[in-house]
């Protein structure tokens, strides 16, 4: 069987693949929300979702770093990475193992896209159909609820020391325009390192990641005096970063993160 994934590469599998590993923690929560879940045999040590996952299935490394041996031990028959979340070099290794589907998620639609493409190789379609429909759903009531909000000039923070941002070419990036948010830094590139000599008072709302950087209420006044106009808030950085089963979740929460604005 003859399969594209989402470079437009070519993989080749002889049969419904029954040993899957993952490498993108947001793709292992929507394998276990497509029903693959008894087919994982191995993930990461960042696959947090669903919570008990970790317990269950062999981890075999990071994201950026795994152990071959491990991998070969569990014989895979097909191996999920990402174009973002891993490397190239990963991937030119991993070949050598067994069979690797490599996704490019940088919009709603590219998601819808993944979702469907694992509804085909895993032979779950119907399930992939029915999460299809929901998060469609969830995305077109939020595009109405979002049209009566004004625009508001954001700063999308991810780490500290340095300190970084979300700036253009990023999912996150995609998900603040879903949101009717301006990004402060779209003139830059990915994930650049923003200087605190400077102040940017144009800024309305300044958004804290939950992850990869844990920020806490403590971090706000480390920053405030660089953004004098803006509202501060702590957000679930998996809202914006996690494509997959997680958007089923996110639209909902944006209209609570709209409210807590509107209202801080």
């Not at 097909?78 to 690797?100: A, D, G, H, Y």
């Not at 996150?172 to 940017?200: G, H, Q, T």
Request: aromatic content about 10%.
């Amino acid at each position: 069987m003859h399969y594209k994934d989402q470079l437009k590469r070519t993989i080749t599998l002889k049969h419904t693949p029954k040993r899957i590993i993952c490498l993108v923690p947001s793709i292992t929560e929507l394998i276990c929300d497509l029903g693959l879940e008894s087919s994982l045999v191995g993930i990461t040590k960042f696959c947090v979702h669903p919570k008990h996952i970790l317990t269950i299935v062999e981890v075999v490394g990071g994201t950026k770093q795994v152990h071959y041996d491990k991998i070969r031990e569990l014989k895979p028959d097909i191996i999920l990475c990402n174009k973002e979340e891993n490397t190239q070099e990963m991937i030119n290794e991993l070949e050598t193992i067994s069979t690797v589907h490599i996704s490019d998620v940088d919009t709603v639609s590219d998601c819808l896209e993944l979702i469907e493409m694992f509804g085909e190789i895993f032979n779950c379609s119907e399930k992939a159909n029915d999460l299809v429909v929901k998060i469609r759903k969830a995305s077109t009531d939020f595009e109405a609820y979002i049209s009566t909000k004004e625009t508001q000039v954001v700063a999308y923070f991810i780490w500290k020391d340095p300190w970084m941002v979300a700036a253009n070419n990023t999912f996150v990036n995609y998900m603040l325009s879903l949101n009717n948010f301006k990004n402060a830094f779209e003139n830059e590139s990915r994930y650049p390192e923003i200087s605190l000599d400077k102040i940017y008072a144009d800024v309305n709302l300044v958004l804290l990641s939950s992850e990869p950087y844990p920020f806490k209420n403590e971090h706000k006044m480390l920053i405030q005096s660089q953004f004098p106009s803006a509202e501060f808030i702590l957000v679930d950085g998996e809202m914006f970063s996690w494509y997959g089963s997680r958007l089923v979740l996110a639209f909902d929460y944006f209209k609570t993160l709209h409210y807590t604005a509107l209202n801080s």
